[in-house]
């Protein structure tokens, strides 16, 4: 596997579902991502981790707690959706510098459907 | 903060004409700008990146865009278009400064004409 990839790819959940998107990237980057992609709106910061620390929360509400176990791996639990939660999850990583800034690079995203 | 506006939501443009597509960033300092390309289904790829020095930067599949900071704008064009250039194009701004965070434009799709 290359660059970054995420699982599932496409994932149907109920409200009361409770379910994790998976994020591994495979180019020795030190900080990761989530973005909320809607129909309706411009791609949304979510969450950043920068050493497997939190470091933003852009005002997400509970039901979408991400984990960063390593630098490799970022997870979004999901749990008690509405549907207007329904929209394409990307996760990014970029190599974070004190002296520099780095592009961040994507992964094709989950695409979730909330019922 | 920043901001970034993509004027266009949509354009089309028949295959071999030239294309253009606008973005405007609101920012007090130089920020870093880029330019990503979404395809169906796909998740983002980065086109090309603006960090200082020549304010042409060339970029993939003949892509370029211009910098200038007088008009706070940082626009993306291609000579000659492809079918398969169609597709949903994101400008992006980076502040150092506030860690490294992206703030989006709200994308330009452009539908390519046979």
């Known amino acids: 596997e290359t660059g970054v990839t995420q699982t599932p790819r496409h994932l149907v959940m109920g409200m009361t579902n409770k379910k994790s998107l998976k994020c591994e990237q495979h180019l020795g980057h030190n900080a990761m991502y989530w973005y909320k992609q809607s129909a309706k709106k411009p791609l949304e910061l979510m969450f950043v981790y920068n050493f497997k620390e939190q470091t933003e929360n852009n005002s997400v509400p509970s039901r979408f707690s991400p984990e960063c176990p390593n630098s490799s791996h970022l997870f979004l639990h999901l749990h008690t959706l509405q549907p207007e939660d329904s929209a394409l999850y990307l996760c990014?990583?970029?190599?974070?510098?004190?002296?520099?800034?780095?592009?961040?690079?994507f992964g094709p995203g989950t695409r979730l459907t909330v019922l | 903060a920043q901001s970034v506006t993509q004027p266009d939501i949509h354009i089309t443009v028949s295959e071999g004409a030239s294309l253009e597509l606008r973005c405007n960033y609101s920012y007090g300092a130089t920020p870093y700008l880029f330019w990503y390309v979404q395809s169906p289904g796909q998740g983002l790829q980065l086109l090309l990146k603006?960090?200082?020095?020549?304010?042409l930067v060339q970029g993939i599949k003949g892509f370029e865009a211009e910098f200038k900071r007088s008009q706070s704008s940082f626009n993306l064009r291609k000579p000659s278009v492809h079918w398969s250039d169609a597709a949903e194009y994101f400008c992006?701004?980076?502040?150092?400064?506030?860690?490294?965070?992206?703030?989006f434009g709200g994308g330009t799709r452009v539908l390519v004409k046979p």
């Open positions: 603006y960090f200082s020095g020549d304010t």
């Open positions: 992006a701004v980076g502040i150092k400064a506030a860690g490294n965070k992206l703030t």
């Open positions: 990014a990583s970029s190599q974070e510098a004190t002296s520099s800034y780095n592009e961040q690079f």
